[in-house]
Nanobody, 124 residues
Framework: QVQFVESGGGLVQPGGSLRLSCAYS????????IGWFRQVPGKEREGVTC????????YYADSVKGRFTISRDNAKKTVYLQMNSLKPEDTAVYYC?????????????????WGQGTQVTVSS
């Protein structure tokens, strides 16, 4: 059984920081890539970042490069998303997901398991 639980979302002012956590269960996820997506009402789910199973390869959307950092701790079965210099346009529900593979595809439909999401609101 694969499960994800996201946490760490909240309200932050523009320019501020948040760290999201994605705790996963199911030992096999240690061997899978895990990604973060975000979605706002009325729009498609957008790929934000992804980290390979080993942690040696990462992908970032252009909109977050230089501001967001993904990392993983397989011993704690947790993937983190450090978000700095947050902008109002980063406001969304953030989801973690796995493609059931070791590398990072960019499209949401290639991801098989999803968490419930955590709300991030960037506003003054």
């Amino acid at each position: 059984q694969v499960q994800f639980v996201e946490s760490g979302g909240g309200l932050v002012q523009p320019g501020g920081s948040l760290r999201l956590s994605c705790a996963y269960s199911g030992f096999i996820l240690d061997y899978y890539a895990i990604g973060w997506f975000r979605q706002v009402p009325g729009k498609e789910r957008e790929g934000v970042t992804c980290i390979s199973s080993s942690g040696s390869s990462t992908y970032y959307a252009d909109s977050v490069k230089g501001r967001f950092t993904i990392s993983r701790d397989n011993a704690k079965k947790t993937v983190y998303l450090q978000m700095n210099s947050l902008k109002p346009e980063d406001t969304a529900v953030y989801y973690c997901a796995t493609p059931v593979g070791s590398s990072c595809p960019k499209r949401a439909h290639e991801y098989a398991y999803w968490g419930q999401g955590t709300q991030v609101t960037v506003s003054s």
